[in-house]
């Protein structure tokens, strides 16, 4: 299938075309008619599938193209917002608007980001000059309704994107606020990677006869990745990757840490070794993300660190290493993380650090991919089988709470620390809460792993 069959327009065709993707992803080749239908649609899909071009090029189309489309020549009035996108954390946020930039850059349509953590007054001016299509985290957007600064009463279309994400960090109350303000005859989106049973009552009460699409979740593993964890003492992961990367002479290896200050701080060291990189998280101006990722895919730079959030948008083929300096906090981010090698046949590596710490993390990888992985001691880190484990500090800052206040706290915020052995996501909710549910749209169970207290992989509220 190609993106022409799809009916799309010409403006967004073109903007398509200069992506350089041929084909649409199973969730856009079924998310897109469905949008352009103007009916409601439940989505099950996870990052990574395409979903955030399955939804922006649809809606794109038709706030361009229909009768209503024509609302944009009328000059004089400020354009009122016409579709309202919700996500979880403002790196989602920033994404996703980005995603709506890039596909309607031929179009007349405009668009602004709000989410919190940011100062509010420029937000204000962006919504009283107007704005078609808003992306916003719910908190940020809420601050805003109370100010009276925004105006959602012509919305058409609504979309929450990662919605499971969003009732884990508690946004549900914030959510139905917003609900109550907008018009009822609206096209609504609901696009989840799981489906407990609070996202049911959710997509109950919020969409109307919906289309139901689901694609498969990617637990599993490919086989071109070779997979190994390299057991190793807590203070001995900074030597041992550098051992790694010049005995075996690695270049282009893809780092991941868990946080940003993890990055910037290996980074650091790995600069005294001799050896390049950059770092790529959220405290980084799109600029430097950019520069670091062109001149990673170039081959100019060795290592790229890069935390899980900011890695959505690596897309490079053939990567031949990714190294996770820290296991992620969320099994599934696992998955994602060395999706990133051995992509189209070629065969890739994939190498875990692990300490004594991370013991719990490695257990639910294990049985979230459902396999044994091989260890491999290198001789010379050998870890100490005494060691005893320790929290993991799951952010730089200090302890989080999960739905308390934090207001303006953005990427830095939410947080706490995975107790070892506790078989906890860490914070203040047991694992399963959340996306644990079964059932997922058309009666699939959805085979959904445990997931840990979302604010911990994201970093907190955006709001
Ligand atoms: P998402 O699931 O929306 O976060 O997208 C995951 C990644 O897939 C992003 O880096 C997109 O740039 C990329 N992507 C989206 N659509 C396509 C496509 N049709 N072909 C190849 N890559 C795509």
Known sequence: MSFSSLGLSDALMRAVSDTGYTTPTPIQQQAIPAVLNGGDLLAGAQTGTGKTAGFTLPLLHRLSTDAIGSKLTSNNSPRAIRALILTPTRELAAQVEESVRTYGK??????????????????????????????????????????????????????????DRMLDMGFIRDIRKVLAKLPPKRQNLLFSATFSDEIKALA???????????????????????????????????????????????????????????????????????????????????????????????????????????ARGIDIDQLPHVVNYDLPNVPEDYVHRIGRTGRAGATGEAVSLVCVDEHDMLKDIEK???????????????????????????????????????????????????????????????????????GAPRGNGGGNAPRAAAQHRSGGRGR
Do not use: C
Request: hydrophobic letters at 35%.
């Open 204 to 310: 109950d009460g919020l969409l109307n006869n919906p289309a139901m699409i689901e694609v498969a979740r990617r637990n599993a593993t490919s086989d071109v990745i070779a997979q190994k964890i390299h057991p190793v003492d807590r203070d001995k992961k900074h030597p041992m990757l550098a051992h790694l990367i010049k005995s075996n002479n690695w270049s282009q290896v893809l780092v991941f840490t868990r946080t940003k200050h993890g990055a910037n701080k290996l980074v650091e060291q790995l600069e005294k070794d001799g050896i390049g990189a950059m770092a790529i998280h959220g405290n980084k101006s799109q600029s430097a993300r950019t520069k670091a990722l062109s001149e990673f895919k170039d081959n100019k730079l060795q290592v790229l660190v890069a935390t899980d959030i900011a």
């Open 368 to 438: 979230l991919i459902k396999q044994t992985l091989p260890r491999d001691v290198i001789p010379g880190f050998e870890p100490d089988p005494t060691a005893r484990p320790q929290p993991i500090q799951l952010r730089s800052g200090g302890p989080g709470h999960r739905n308390g206040g934090n207001r303006g706290g953005g990427a830095g915020g939410g947080g706490g620390a995975r107790k070892p052995g506790s078989g906890n996501g860490g914070g203040n909710k047991p694992r399963s809460a959340g996306g644990n549910g079964g």
């Open 106 to 163: 031929y179009t007349k349509l405009n668009s602004a980001v709000i989410f919190g953590g940011v100062g509010i007054n420029p937000q204000i001016k962006q919504l009283k000059h107007g704005v078609d299509i808003l992306v916003a985290t719910p908190g940020r957007l809420l601050d805003h309704m109370e100010q009276g600064t925004v105006d959602l009463s012509k919305i058409e279309i609504l979309v929450l994107d990662e919605a």
